[in-house]
Nanobody, 116 residues
Framework: QVQLVESGGGSVQVGGSLTLSCAAS??????MSWFRQLPGKEREGVAT???????WYNDSVKGRFTISQDSAKTTLSLQMNGLKPEDTATYYC????????????WGQGTQVTVSS
């Protein structure tokens, strides 16, 4: 069983920055992602690191968020700059050994609140 532990959420003002981290209990994961769930909405993908060095971003965060992994691919980070109120959500780390679309393993979530 893969455990994912997120950290780094919090409250920040508009335009501020936060960095989220996710520590995985194992190596060899093919895909690690950040998802978020806004109040009253379905969960959406934010950014994904997969394969050797492939990366995907949701259009809404391109140019503001940066996803990265350590060399062992056991720690996933999300640097969030230029935060907006619409970024307010619970952020989840997710991972899978084989694919990205429906990750098997999920963290407990960390809250990000952006206030104006």
């Amino acid at each position: 069983q893969v455990q994912l532990v997120e950290s780094g959420g919090g409250s920040v003002q508009v335009g501020g920055s936060l960095t989220l981290s996710c520590a995985a209990s194992t190596r060899g994961l093919y895909c690690m992602s950040w998802f978020r769930q806004l109040p009253g909405k379905e969960r959406e993908g934010v950014a994904t690191a997969y394969g050797r060095r492939s990366i995907w971003y949701n259009d809404s965060v391109k140019g503001r968020f940066t996803i990265s992994q350590d060399s062992a691919k056991t720690t996933l980070s999300l640097q969030m700059n230029g935060l907006k109120p619409e970024d307010t959500a619970t952020y989840y780390c997710a991972a899978d050994y084989q694919q990205c679309r429906a990750p098997t393993y999920w963290g407990q979530g960390t809250q990000v609140t952006v206030s104006s």
